[in-house]
């Protein structure tokens, strides 16, 4: 199975900073990486899909780059709406798997 | 609009079975494949099963091999999991989701306790 290490595991900020969480896969999986946003009682959103494609509608403060094994998600300027858990996703293979989860902050 | 619509959740007890439903909309449901994805209370995301788009190749999380069994009837635009022998650490919302990167449903929750 693939391993997603995800960190950090939580982070708090102030609203207009720029905010970095990595992913880092245990073997090559290409670009085919999700990144999600997860708000308590909500289902989850990919914002990012292909490792670095913004999803439709997606605020461009948001954005992804990697390949192979290193991935990063950038929020450019954090804004309040921002706070919740993210969540990078692999599907290079079966099982599909997640990385651990940065909740996200205002400080 | 794409849309995804759990239901069946419920309280069951440990050992007891129950079947969800995710009714889909706003999408040619028969040209996608499709997953269960949950997370227990507290917990991060887990993913549970996946099935192609013609039922033809089937994927189950190790935790869930040999209990859980998905499904669809592209006829109906339905998914389905039904999930026997359960276990207290099956408990959690349940989401149905579009492909490896679309859409997912608001999620049905799943509480296994005596």
């Known amino acids: 199975d693939i391993q997603m290490t995800q960190s950090p595991s939580s982070l708090s900020a102030s609203v207009g900073d720029r905010v970095t969480i990595t992913c880092q896969a245990s073997?090559?999986?290409?670009?085919?990486l999700n990144w999600y946003q997860k708000k308590p009682g909500k289902a989850p959103e990919v914002l990012i899909y292909d490792a670095s494609t913004l999803e439709t509608g997606v605020p461009s403060r948001f954005s992804g780059s990697g390949s192979g094994t290193d991935f990063t998600f950038t929020i450019s300027s954090l804004q309040p709406e921002d706070i919740a858990t993210y969540y990078c996703q692999q599907y290079d293979s079966f099982p599909r798997t997640f990385g651990q989860g940065t909740k996200v902050e205002i400080k | 609009e794409v849309q995804l619509v759990e239901s069946g959740g419920g309280l069951v007890k440990p050992g007891g079975s129950l079947r969800l439903s995710c009714e889909v909309s706003g999408f040619t449901f028969s040209s996608y494949s499709m997953n269960w994805v949950r997370q227990a209370p507290g917990k991060g995301l887990e993913w549970v099963a996946y099935i192609i788009s013609s039922s033809s190749y089937i994927y189950y999380a190790d935790s869930v091999k040999g209990r859980f069994t998905i499904s669809r009837d592209n006829a109906k635009n339905s998914l389905y999991l039904q999930m026997n022998s359960l276990r207290v650490e099956d408990t959690g919302v349940y989401y149905c989701?579009?492909?490896?990167?679309?859409?997912w449903g608001q999620g049905t929750l799943v509480t296994v306790s005596s």
């Open positions: 073997q090559d999986i290409d670009n085919f």
């Open positions: 989701s579009k492909g490896s990167t679309g859409t």
